[in-house]
């Protein structure tokens, strides 16, 4: 790995399509420096948690605002309710947990406390999907983002590395309403800028292309980018779209791409039913059909393994992402 | 506020609950009319409410004022018609309950707009977290004002209840003044058979909450006394709960006492027959 730092944001020029890494993180560490940056920033940011303090990077902010920090115990339901509560008399709640804790354990609570009263909660969510690991297909879930989109006025956001989790933490507060916030357990490279503006609801155009489009979302953009190098060797001109916000969805962007390039890869660590390709499927059946191809689970439950050999067992790394887009050139016919 | 004055209106309320289901032919009329009493001295003489001129304001984020949250729902009918008659919104819109178009939802919502709702109830057991969040809030912001809850009996049955009766103590929310509403009837029959809760009393304590009773849930001196009590309890380190024993349909002689009308309309003779036994006394909306 090439060790020159060559960050990108929006505003660079995209056809510099090299990028690298001079480290890696997980994703909640991200978020932990996030709500830590937030805790100093916003009186009115209060976190909550479920017995999982360390798991999700909540010492520094509950160092400094321990009157801000509530501990829930085991007792994810009630911490939803909770929030909901708090956020009445202005507060900002943050319900942190695991994300299979998260959402499918407390769907009601989420729907009617929070969702359908519209409150200004943000539920983050660590340890999505499979490269969560050992721990196996009981804490592995693979429906999250399927069961928040479905909520009206829910916002879903599934940012791509440490930084962008770190901005999309901050970012959300400015946010009114419900927000679900998703990241991970697994280390993966700092790619993307760490003074970033967050923008929900805007795709970031990670490197123009003219062959295929690649939308990917939290830490498989990085192995979008991958395998657009992959695909570039083959003489395979690659765009690559990071589409951290699911709902709502960047419809322009995701059209603006396909209509360029003809045909389009999603890329989710998510089960194929109900994630971001079935959401960007929807948006090609109501504007233009293009061939599409899925790098998801393939509707099942995952199991114990370490991170990376269960993206490769899962059909989840760059080499799959460089078949489907063969694929999906292949069907444009 | 005199006890007559309230009964006064507890009576009005109630010719309103059963006139509001009749008209739409659905809703729960029988833990409605065992809840007037309740409502009735929270929002005319117990709660310390935002009020301009005498007329009362809605502010959802309820800044220095008591807060109360219905988490058994599907006892909207009488909320409604204590929130309008109290003016936080048109006693015309009664007439609105549970039809399309309507801010008067089946249950609760803040979805619509409703003034005086501020969080969704129905699906049970969620209420006393709620509230919980909101008297967090409060002692955030370092204002004293007291926070209230009513659940249902059945309700006592989900589980979230008991997360919340572990978390209330454990974060010493001493502003907070739960009520169960002890009618013993849910939908399928008598509660102690269909899934019996035992000594509801005896299990808050071991959680840690200050209770006490009233055992006269449906004489408004009793309640009026009970919630003074209450208020002399609460802002000392524990919740408080109170166990308040009501009569399921009370006020309504063949409602009374019979989980078969919890959630059944009357017809047009019902109807005339439960307004015969219930006195006009602010003008029918």
């Known amino acids: 790995m090439k060790l020159t730092v060559n960050y990108l944001t929006p505003e660079t020029d995209i056809l510099m399509k090299k990028y690298t890494y001079t480290e890696k993180k997980d994703t909640r560490s991200g978020f932990g420096a996030g709500m830590h940056e937030l805790g100093k920033q916003n009186p009115n940011v209060v976190a909550l948690c479920a017995d999982l303090v360390g798991s999700l990077k909540l010492d520094p902010f509950i160092k400094e605002n321990p009157e801000r920090f509530i501990q829930c115990g085991i007792s994810e339901a009630n911490m939803m309710g909770v929030s909901a509560g708090l956020t009445i008399g202005g507060k900002i709640p943050y319900a942190t947990t695991f994300a299979n804790f998260a959402t499918g354990r407390v769907y009601d609570q989420i729907r009617q406390s929070v969702a359908y009263s519209n409150k200004n909660v943000k539920i983050c969510a660590s340890h999505a999907g499979l490269t969560l690991g050992e721990d196996g297909a009981t804490h592995q879930i693979l429906e999250d983002l399927g069961m928040m989109k479905m909520l009206p006025g829910m916002t879903v956001i599934n940012p791509c590395d440490y930084n962008q989790t770190k901005a999309a933490t901050i970012a959300i507060a400015d946010h009114e309403g419900p927000v679900y916030l998703r990241f991970g357990r697994p280390v993966v490279p700092i790619f993307t800028d760490p003074d ?56 322009a962007a995701i059209m603006k791409s396909v209509k360029k390039t003809g045909c389009a890869v999603s890329a989710e660590e998510h089960n194929r039913l109900g994630g971001l390709g079935d959401s960007i499927a929807q948006v090609l059946v109501k504007n233009q059909l293009v061939p599409q191809e899925y790098v998801a689970v393939n509707d099942s439950f995952g199991e114990s393994g370490t991170p990376t050999q269960l993206m490769e067992k899962y059909g989840l790394t760059a080499k799959d992402i460089v078949a489907a887009a063969k694929r999906a050139i292949e069907r444009k016919g | 506020m005199e006890i007559k004055e309230l009964e006064k209106i507890a009576s009005q309320v109630r010719r309103d609950i059963v006139r509001m289901v009749h008209a739409c032919q659905s809703g729960h009329p029988g833990g409605s009319l065992g809840c007037t009493e309740l409502l009735v001295a929270l929002y005319f003489d117990q709660m310390n409410l935002k009020e301009k001129k005498e007329e009362v304001v809605f502010h959802m984020n309820g800044k220095d004022e008591d807060l109360f949250f219905l988490s058994n729902g599907h006892i909207s009918p009488v909320w409604y018609s204590v929130l309008a008659r109290k003016g936080y919104f048109p006693v015309s819109e009664l007439a609105t309950f549970r039809k399309l178009d309507s801010r008067l939802q089946g249950h609760p919502t803040t979805h619509e707009g409703l003034p005086g709702i501020r969080i969704a109830s129905g699906s049970l057991g969620q209420g006393a977290s709620v509230a919980m969040g909101a008297a967090l809030s409060k002692r955030l912001d370092k204002d004293d004002h007291l926070v209230y809850v009513l659940m249902g009996d059945g309700e006592q049955q989900e589980g979230q209840v008991w997360e ?13 003044i739960a009520f169960i509403d002890l009618n013993g009837q849910q939908i399928d029959g008598p509660t102690i058979k269909v899934m019996n809760n035992r000594d509801l009393g005896e299990k808050y304590k071991a959680f840690g909450w200050e209770v006490m009773h009233i055992e006269k849930g449906n004489d408004m001196a009793s309640v009026v006394k009970g919630i003074t009590e209450a208020r002399g309890k609460a802002g000392h380190g524990k919740p408080v709960m109170v166990l308040l024993e009501t009569g399921m349909g009370y006020g309504v002689d063949y409602m009374m006492g019979t989980h078969k009308w919890h959630g059944t309309a009357p017809n047009d003779e019902q109807l005339a027959t439960a307004l015969d036994q219930l006195e006009e006394t602010m003008g029918d909306y």
């Open chain 2, 164 to 176: 919340a009766a572990t978390f209330a103590p454990h974060h010493e929310i001493g502003h907070l």
């Open chain 1, 196 to 251: 970033q503006k967050f923008e929900i609801g805007k795709a970031w155009m990670v490197s123009e292309g003219k062959d295929v489009s690649i939308f990917a979302t939290g830490h498989l953009v990085w192995e979008a980018i991958q395998a657009g190098e992959m695909l570039e060797k083959e003489g395979i001109d690659a765009e690559i779209v990071n589409i951290h916000t699911i709902k709502p969805l960047d419809e």
